[in-house]
């Protein structure tokens, strides 16, 4: 949240996060689904396409780290619908590896990502 090409990042465990409440009174932890938008939809789909550590996928779950942007993959049939995901969000689903090598994976793609206004 604190990158300066992220523009939000939207989690149940951020105390900012609108479910964070209700989340921490169900939950034992918040899971490891993460998503995150970023400035535009071009740069969601160069991000997505410069990370070597996390796979592009569009099934979600498994013990691999997976990335995807939904605008174009899970949720492109529903683009101009009431439930459209963001055009410049990005879905993380965190697998085992390390956290230190799936952030400077992050970070990596998104210094190779050009910013676009």
Same mark, same amino acid.
């Given at each position: 949240?604190?990158? /300066? !090409?992220?523009?939000?990042?939207?989690? /149940?465990?951020? /105390?900012?996060?609108?479910g964070?409440?209700?989340? !921490?009174?169900?939950?034992r932890?918040?899971g490891g689904?993460v998503?995150f938008?970023?400035e535009?939809?071009?740069?969601?789909?160069?991000?997505?396409a410069?990370?070597?550590?996390?796979?592009?996928?569009?099934s979600?779950g498994g013990?691999?780290?997976?990335?995807?942007?939904?605008?174009?993959?899970?949720?492109?049939?529903?683009?101009?619908?009431?439930f459209?995901?963001?055009?410049?969000?990005?879905?993380l689903s965190?697998?085992?590896?390390?956290?230190?090598?799936?952030?400077?994976d992050?970070?990596?793609?998104?210094?190779?990502?050009?910013? !676009?206004?």
């Open positions: 949240s604190e990158h /300066p !090409r992220v523009t939000r990042v939207l989690w /149940p465990g951020l /105390p900012d996060h609108p964070h409440e209700i989340a !921490r009174s169900q939950m932890d918040f689904m998503s938008l970023v535009t939809e071009d740069e969601a789909v160069d991000l997505v410069h990370t070597e550590v996390w796979t592009l996928a569009e979600l013990v691999e780290s997976l990335i995807e942007h939904p605008a174009r993959m899970t949720h492109a049939s529903t683009a101009t619908g009431p459209a995901a963001p055009a410049n969000l990005v879905r965190v697998g085992i590896e390390s956290a230190d090598d799936l952030v400077a992050l970070a990596k793609a998104l210094a190779a990502t050009p910013a !676009r206004a």
